[in-house]
C-alpha cells in the first residue's frame, strides 16, 4: 500500500479544489491511501482581503517570516509516506505565509525529510521565482524535489490583474463588473488537473521517479512565458528593496506600505507595458543568450 499526502493551504478554496482533483486518481486507487492536510495559522489571514491587511502583509511575506501554525494532526506526523504533493499560492512572488511558516517549522522536517515532493502552485501568473524559493525550503527539510506544476490565470496580464483584485475584496469568484473573465485558475483547468495525478501515479507505484517532470510538462503542466519570469526578476529586485525599507522604519510602516501600493499599481500599469514591448523587441536575441535556458530550468525540477 503506497502512501500519498496533500498538503495545501486554501483561503478562497481554489488551491484545494486543485489538490483534491489531482488527488482523485490516487484515491479511486485501491493499493493507494491518501491523506490531505491542511495548513492553519494561528493566526488566520482574512478573505477576502481589507486593501490594508492584504498590502500589509507584504514585507513579512516577501522576506519569507513565519508566523505559528497549528500542528498536524498525530496520524500525518507518525505516517511514512512514499509521496508527498504540496500545493502553494504565490504572495508577493514569495510563497504565502502559512506556507512558507509550515515548510519552516519542525512540522515539516519530519514529515518531508527524505521524501519525493511533488509542488503544484496556484497563482496569478507570476510563479517562477516562488518556486526557487520552494526549492530551498525544501532543500532545507532534506526533500527531493521530483515534480511542479505550476498552474495560473492564463488571461491578459493587465486583465487579471483587475479580476484578481475583485476576488481578492470581494471574496466572489465573478465576472469584475460584468464584462472581464473569471479569475484565477479555470474551472476547466481544476476539473482536468486529475490528469497530472493520472501522470504521477504509475511513477509511485514504481518507487521510481525518473521522468516524471518531462511527462508533465508534456501535459502542460509549467507555462513558461519569458516576459512574466522577466518582470518577475525585476519584481524581485524592488520587493527587496522596498520590504527592506519597510521593516527598518515600523513607526512610518503604514505611510511606507500606503506608498508601495501605489507603487505597485503604476509598475503594473505604467512600467510593465513599456517592459513587454522592449522584451519583445529584444526576444530574437536575448533567447539564444538566457530564455533558452531560462525555459528548462523553469521546465525542469
Known sequence: ??????????????????????????????????????????????????????????????????EEIHPPAPKILETNYDLVIVHYQVWYLTPSIPVNSFMKSSYANQILAGKPVVTVSGSRNMWAL?????????QQCGATLVGNIALTDRHHNLISVVTIVDWMFSGKKR?????????????????????????????????????????????????YRFFLVSMD?????????WSSIIRRNPKR??????????????????????????????????????????KAHYEGV
Open 1 to 66: 500500500m503506497k502512501k500519498v499526502l496533500f498538503i495545501y493551504y486554501s483561503q478562497s478554496g481554489q488551491l484545494e479544489e486543485i489538490a483534491r482533483s489531482i488527488a482523485r486518481p490516487f484515491a479511486e486507487a485501491k493499493s493507494v491511501e491518501v491523506d490531505f492536510y491542511e495548513v492553519k495559522m494561528v493566526h488566520s489571514f482574512p478573505f477576502p482581503w481589507t486593501s490594508d491587511a492584504f498590502f500589509n502583509t507584504f514585507p513579512e511575506t516577501f522576506q519569507q517570516i513565519p
Open 130 to 138: 516562488a518556486q526557487d524559493k520552494m526549492k530551498v525550503l525544501l
Open 175 to 223: 465576472k469584475a463588473y460584468g464584462i472581464f473573465p473569471k479569475p484565477g485558475v479555470s474551472d476547466k483547468e481544476i476539473e482536468e488537473a486529475d490528469k497530472f495525478g493520472q501522470t504521477i501515479l504509475p511513477y509511485l507505484k514504481n518507487l521510481n521517479f525518473e521522468g516524471l517532470q518531462q511527462d508533465l510538462v508534456k501535459q502542460g503542466a509549467v507555462d
Open 233 to 241: 526578476q525585476k519584481g524581485n529586485r524592488m520587493f527587496r528593496i
Open 253 to 294: 510602516r503604514k505611510r511606507l506600505v500606503t506608498l508601495f501600493k501605489y507603487y505597485v499599481v503604476f509598475a503594473i500599469y505604467g512600467i510593465s507595458p513599456i517592459v513587454y514591448l522592449i522584451e519583445l523587441l529584444l526576444y530574437p536575441v536575448v533567447y539564444f543568450l538566457k530564455y533558452r535556458k531560462e
